[in-house]
């Protein structure tokens, strides 16, 4: 009979082999130490940029972005990982980073990114790349040397942008402050911070998303929407192809619209339309200057002297970027213009007013049609008769 040889230990060493398995697969003891310690080698990495420590940064392995992000004036800088996945002396760790700018962010800004490490000899793990995850856009270091310029009222953080040029920036967003203030009575930071790429395709990088979302657009303004104690950051960025093409008074009336997007942040929810908060905002950045109507609002202008009147507000859908600049344009001055209307003939305040009672909506449905009631004493199908009118007689 032909028996089975026992072989001496087997049992032995398929079970430590069982064990190994179990430990490095599925996050167990090895992998959880491992992302400890990259945990630990990042808390370092954030605690050097904080203390501008080059030669802490560097002893955390590549230096590449150090000199880059060194001029922005960080309160707290964070790595927390998220997931490590490693390969022997090599890894690939997901982490979220938080960063808050000093004086400007009373909430951090918070962005996904991709990290690769590698082990020497000694056991110590060291950063060869940080970039990016995923759809997450770039930071304005990852494509350059940041320049920083501090105005009065205003932080402008640059790239392939001389200081000269960014004390342009900053000299606007100074006196968009206080025009917004004028116009926007509720309490805000009454500070900006405006980012300057050195391209629309940096512009659109910063944003994560395609360059054709943002041509002809000479800004936008970042940051979430909605009430809450703890305000996020916002973050103006520049198109410095489009903004490049307009003349003074042009730039003005642009960073003074975004910076009203930052002032009214708090009280612009989902319960807000387009029409509305861009139509606010372009009021207060066309309010008391000396443009002719039809000269700010040229297209919708052209459309009512050969009859063609608007049939209602614009929809949402008609500020989509991508879309036909014409449409896009007479969204804009049709928000505009009915904005321009209230304060006309309810009066500023209650403009304001107006605004914040749509925000305060549960929800889009019925938020305009409620505020209209409260605010204006007026339906919508009364108040879009009365703005076709005015439209006729403003333009015409």
């Given at each position: 009979?032909?028996?089975?040889?026992?072989?001496?230990?087997?049992?032995?060493?398929?079970?430590?082999?069982?064990?190994?398995?179990?430990?490095?697969?599925?996050?167990?003891?090895?992998?959880?130490?491992?992302?400890?310690?990259?945990?630990?080698?990042?808390?370092?990495?954030?605690?050097?940029?904080?203390?501008?420590?080059?030669?802490?940064?560097?002893?955390?392995?590549?230096?590449?972005?150090?000199?880059?992000?060194?001029?922005?004036?960080?309160?707290?800088?964070?790595?927390?990982?998220?997931?490590?996945?490693?390969?022997?002396?090599?890894?690939?760790?997901?982490?979220?980073?938080?960063?808050?700018?000093?004086?400007?962010?009373?909430?951090?800004?918070?962005?996904?990114?991709?990290?690769?490490?590698?082990?020497?000899?000694?056991?110590?793990?060291?950063?060869?790349?940080?970039?990016?995850?995923?759809?997450?856009?770039?930071?304005?270091?990852?494509?350059?040397?940041?320049?920083?310029?501090?105005?009065?009222?205003?932080?402008?953080?640059?790239?392939?942008?001389?200081?000269?040029?960014?004390?342009?920036?900053?000299?606007?967003?100074?006196?968009?402050?206080?025009?917004?203030?004028?116009?926007?009575?509720?309490?805000?930071?009454?500070?900006?911070?405006?980012?300057?790429?050195?391209?629309?395709?940096?512009?659109?990088?910063?944003?994560?998303?395609?360059?054709?979302s943002y041509r002809g657009i000479a800004a936008v303004t970042t940051g979430a929407t909605g009430p809450g104690a703890r305000a996020p950051a916002d973050r103006v960025i520049v198109n410095p192809d489009a903004f490049g093409l307009l003349g003074d008074p042009g730039r003005q009336v642009v960073l003074t619209h975004?910076?009203?997007?930052?002032?009214?942040?708090?009280?612009?929810?989902?319960?807000?339309?387009?029409?509305?908060?861009?139509?606010?905002?372009?009021?207060?950045?066309?309010?008391?200057?000396?443009?002719?109507?039809?000269?700010?609002?040229?297209?919708?202008?052209?459309?009512?002297?050969?009859?063609?009147?608007?049939?209602?507000?614009?929809?949402?859908?008609?500020?989509?970027?991508?879309?036909?600049?014409?449409?896009?344009?007479?969204?804009?001055?049709?928000?505009?213009?009915?904005?321009?209307?209230?304060?006309?003939?309810?009066?500023?305040?209650?403009?304001?007013?107006?605004?914040?009672?749509?925000?305060?909506?549960?929800?889009?449905?019925?938020?305009?049609?409620?505020?209209?009631?409260?605010?204006?004493?007026?339906?919508?199908?009364?108040?879009?008769?009365?703005?076709?009118?005015?439209?006729?007689?403003?333009?015409?």
């Open positions: 009979m032909a028996g089975r040889r026992r072989v001496p230990g087997a049992s032995v060493v398929a079970l430590c082999l069982l064990l190994v398995s179990l430990v490095a697969c599925g996050g167990g003891p090895a992998a959880d130490g491992a992302r400890a310690q990259v945990q630990s080698l990042l808390d370092r990495r954030a605690d050097a940029v904080l203390r501008r420590d080059a030669a802490a940064y560097a002893r955390t392995g590549t230096r590449a972005a150090f000199g880059n992000l060194r001029a922005v004036p960080f309160a707290d800088w964070s790595y927390r990982v998220t997931a490590l996945d490693r390969t022997g002396d090599t890894a690939t760790a997901s982490a979220e980073l938080s960063y808050r700018v000093e004086g400007y962010d009373v909430a951090p800004v918070t962005t996904t990114r991709s990290l690769r490490l590698s082990r020497d000899r000694e056991g110590r793990w060291s950063v060869d790349s940080d970039r990016p995850a995923g759809r997450s856009g770039r930071q304005l270091w990852d494509q350059g040397a940041v320049r920083a310029v501090r105005g009065e009222r205003s932080l402008v953080l640059g790239v392939g942008r001389s200081g000269a040029e960014l004390r342009g920036y900053a000299g606007l967003a100074d006196r968009a402050v206080p025009a917004v203030s004028d116009a926007w009575s509720p309490r805000w930071s009454r500070r900006v911070v405006v980012l300057v790429p050195e391209s629309l395709a940096d512009m659109a990088g910063l944003l994560g998303s395609p360059v054709s975004e910076a009203t997007h930052v002032a009214t942040r708090a009280h612009t929810s989902a319960a807000t339309p387009l029409w509305l908060s861009e139509g606010f905002a372009d009021w207060v950045g066309y309010r008391g200057g000396d443009r002719a109507p039809d000269e700010t609002a040229p297209e919708l202008a052209h459309a009512v002297s050969r009859g063609d009147v608007p049939d209602g507000l614009p929809t949402d859908d008609d500020f989509d970027f991508s879309g036909d600049a014409g449409r896009l344009a007479r969204a804009y001055e049709g928000g505009w213009t009915a904005c321009l209307l209230i304060a006309g003939r309810w009066g500023e305040e209650r403009l304001g007013e107006f605004y914040r009672a749509v925000g305060a909506h549960a929800g889009r449905e019925g938020a305009v049609e409620d505020a209209m009631d409260r605010v204006l004493g007026i339906t919508p199908e009364e108040f879009t008769a009365r703005w076709q009118r005015y439209l006729r007689d403003l333009l015409a």
